[in-house]
C-alpha cells in the first residue's frame, strides 16, 4: 500500500502541500482532482521520490520514499508514473522504446523484453505499432505507448498525472479506456485528471485537492454529488 501520513512540502517560501494525509490500499483506484497549483503533480513527484519532501513520511509497502539509504530506483520499479506528455525516442521504434528500460534498467535480454513489450503493447492497443517510430503515432497512441512503457517493468503501483490533458479531444476515449481497463485488472492506481466522468466510474475514491490541502476524499458518488466544502462545489460548478 501507498501510506503518506502529514506530508509538506515547499517550494522557496510556498507552501504547495501543507500536511497530506493519504493511504492507498493495494487495488484500489483513488482518482485526485482539483484547480491547477493546488499540488496534485507535486504529490505524485514525492511518491516516487522525484521531490524531496519537507517533513511527513511517504512509504510504500512498507519502505520509506524519503529515508536515508532507500534505493529509489528499486522503489521506482515498482511505482510506474505517466506524465501529460511523455517525448519517446523519434530514432527508436515503438518496441525499442518499450524495451529500453527493462533491458538498462532490470537488465532483461533483449528477446525477454521485447516479449513483455509486445504483450503490454497489444494490452494498450498497439499490437500493430511495433515497428513503427513514435513520430508516426497519434497523440492518444503516443500516451498507450508511454502508459505500455511504464506497465513493462512490471510495476505494483500506478500514478498518472493528467495523461488526456494534452490531447485533442477526440483522442482523450481511448486513453481512458486504457486506465479503465487497467482498473478493472486490479492496478493500483492514483490518476490525477479533469476528467471527471471517469474519475466517477472508476475510482473507489475521489480526493479533491484545494491551495494545497485535501479539502476533501470520499467515494466518488459521494464527493460529486454531496460535495461538501464550498471550494469543492465551486470548482465542480465551474467544470460543468
Ligand atoms: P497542480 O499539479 O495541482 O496544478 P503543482 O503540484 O504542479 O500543481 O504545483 C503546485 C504549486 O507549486 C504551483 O504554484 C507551482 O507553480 C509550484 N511548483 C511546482 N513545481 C515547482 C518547482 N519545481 N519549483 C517551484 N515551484 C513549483
Ligand atoms: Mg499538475
Redesign the pocket.
Known sequence: MIEIQNVRKS?GA?E?LKGIDLTVQRGEVVSVI?G???????LLTCINGLEPIDSGRIAIDGTEVHAKGTDLNKLRRKVGIVFQQWNAFPHLTVMENVTLAPRKVLGLARAEAEAIAERQLAHVGLGDKLKVYPGRLSGGQQQRMAIARALAMSPDYMLFDEVTSALDPQLVGEVLDTLRLLAHEGMTMIC?THEMKFAREVSDRVAF?HQGVMAEIAPPGQLFDAPQSPELRKFLAATH
Open positions: 517550494f510556498l504547495v482539483g491547477s497549483g493546488s499540488g496534485k503533480s507535486t490525477v485537492f
